[in-house]
């Protein structure tokens, strides 16, 4: 069965500094897409971030980037230079391509970025 | 401009008063959901539809109906709430399944009370 894993609660980052995100999952599907959305305290989820599992190259989106190491089944979500509105909650999602769109979710990671 | 609308936004309710939350998108997007977000656990997909007429269940679909009779919405029917259905509830959509494209796009949330 699917499952996903974030096991850090909360984090602290101080600003401009780097902060990694862990996320595991469990599947026995070769094939799936793993996807990280953040979430404001204004509520709203925002997508950030998509990996593939025959990606070759680890996925990035400006300042994020996923260190996808497919062998250990990890997913992590990298963030350079934090910034005070990275302060939210961050979750980690998986699809199996023969799931439809069933999707699950980690239970999630609040971050907090200091000045 | 292009979004999913969500309504009610907040809702208080008692116990056994049967309640219909919509959900709407402009995108003509094939495929929606819903989701229920509880604290520590993350977002829980209750149901998923992958076309007009066409739904199936997720993790979570214990308590709840869904139709999806057009396109663009797929409201979310709680035929009895009750106070274990208390939680914020998220609609989403997605054009495609693909290995690039699988960004689902999220409304507001409907945060629901059930006394």
């Known amino acids: 069965a699917q499952k996903i894993t974030q096991t850090q609660p909360g984090m602290f980052v101080q600003e401009k500094e780097a902060v990694t995100l862990d996320c595991t999952y469990d599947t026995s599907d070769p094939s799936y897409g793993l996807f990280w959305y953040k979430q404001p305290s204004s509520g709203e989820m925002i997508f950030l971030i998509y990996q593939g599992s025959y990606d070759q190259q680890n996925a990035t989106e400006g300042r994020y980037s996923l260190n996808f190491q497919k062998a250990r089944k990890s997913a992590n979500l990298v963030i350079s230079a934090s910034q005070l509105g990275d302060s939210a909650m961050y979750f980690c999602?998986?699809?199996?391509?023969?799931?439809?769109?069933?999707?699950?979710f980690g239970a999630g990671t609040r971050l907090f970025v200091k000045a | 401009e292009a979004q999913v609308t969500q309504n009610p936004r907040y809702l208080i309710t008692v116990t056994g008063k049967k309640l219909t939350v919509t959900c709407s998108q402009n995108m003509n997007h094939e495929y929606m959901s819903w989701y229920r977000q509880d604290p520590g656990l993350g977002l829980r997909q209750i149901y998923y539809?992958?076309?007009?007429?066409?739904?199936d269940k997720g993790d979570v679909p214990e308590g709840y109906k869904v139709s999806r009779k057009e396109k663009r919405n797929f409201p979310l029917i709680l035929e009895s709430p009750s106070p274990n259905q208390t939680s914020l509830y998220f609609c989403?959509?997605?054009?495609?399944?693909?290995?690039?494209?699988?960004?689902?796009?999220f409304g507001p949330g409907t945060r629901l009370t059930v006394l």
């Open positions: 989403a959509s997605s054009r495609e399944l693909g290995l690039r494209t699988d960004t689902q796009y």
């Open positions: 999602a998986m699809r199996e391509d023969t799931g439809g769109f069933k999707t699950i």
């Open positions: 539809s992958m076309n007009v007429e066409v739904t």
